[in-house]
């Protein structure tokens, strides 16, 4: 992500990912995801390292497909709108990072597979240096 500073409490942060995981061969999910997100993050003042973090995206996850009428299976893309909070440690210098959060799905295409939106969601850590 990229950090932009719009006031002494408020920054935008962009954001583009891409992950590859393993999957079974059983898995309804193939193995790309690729979140795109806009986040704000809100601090006491500008020398601030302690930031809360809310936003939206939408993740783009490989699905695999099997039709009725056609028992080849094929990949789709599904789209998953998501909304983010959280807590960001980021020092404006630079340096070590991590931040905490949940990541809650609001809406779905008809590729994506999850089941009930509002009982799923997401939590995650993220740890890293920034400069």
């Keep these: 992500d990229r950090i932009i500073p719009i006031s ?8 583009i990912g891409i992950s590859l995981l393993p999957t079974s061969k059983n898995s309804d999910y193939s193995n ?14 500008k020398e601030s390292k302690n930031h809360l973090e809310f936003g939206v995206g939408l993740s783009l996850i490989t699905v695999k497909i099997q039709f009725i009428n ?3 299976e094929t990949t789709k893309l599904a789209k ?5 909070l959280g807590f960001r440690h980021q020092k ?3 340096g070590f990072m991590y931040r ?10 008809n590729y994506a597979k999850i089941k009930d939106l509002k ?3 997401f939590g995650g850590i993220s740890l890293g240096y920034t400069f």
Excluded: C, M
């Design 8 to 15: 002494n409490h408020f920054k935008l942060a962009p954001r």
């Design 32 to 45: 790309f995801i690729s979140p795109v997100e806009i986040n704000a993050l809100w601090a006491k003042n």
């Design 70 to 72: 056609d028992p080849s």
């Design 80 to 84: 998953v709108t998501t909304t983010r």
């Design 92 to 94: 404006s210098t630079g």
């Design 100 to 109: 905490v959060g949940l990541v809650l799905p609001v809406a779905q295409d």
């Design 119 to 121: 009982s799923n969601y």
